[in-house]
């Protein structure tokens, strides 16, 4: 069974930076693809960010490209999410999440067989 446990949500002005992480547990874990995705209230839960199982492709939204970094350290199994250059409408719930499908995509939450309970991420303006 994997566990997923985010860390590191808070409040911070616009303009401000948050780094979150993923700390995953579970057998061969560091083989799965990660992502993050948000839910802000009365929206749908969109894809943030995702990185495969070794690091050397990464996958953004549009939206926070160029403000946001994903990363992984395996030997910790342990997933990041820098975030700078906040913007208000960054404000949401954030997830980890964890695929085991090699060739699903990274894009769709439906890929992901396991979440993390979310972490609260509220920009000021």
């Known amino acids: 069974q994997v566990q997923l446990v985010e860390s590191g949500g808070g409040l911070v002005q616009a303009g401000g930076s948050l780094r979150l992480s993923c700390a995953a547990s579970g057998p061969t874990v560091s083989s799965y693809g990660m992502g993050w995705f948000r839910q802000a209230p009365g929206k749908e839960r969109e894809f943030v960010a995702a990185?495969?199982?070794?690091?050397?492709?990464?996958y953004y939204a549009d939206s926070v490209k160029g403000r946001f970094t994903i990363s992984r350290d395996n030997a910790k199994n342990t997933v990041y999410l820098q975030m700078n250059s906040l913007k208000p409408e960054d404000t949401a719930v954030y997830y980890c999440?964890?695929?085991?499908?090699?060739?699903?995509?990274?894009?769709?939450?439906?890929?992901?067989?396991?979440w993390g309970q979310g972490t609260q991420v509220t920009v000021s303006s």
């Open positions: 990185i495969r199982w070794s690091a050397d492709s990464t």
């Open positions: 999440a964890a695929k085991t499908l090699v060739y699903s995509s990274y894009y769709l939450k439906t890929s992901y067989n396991y």
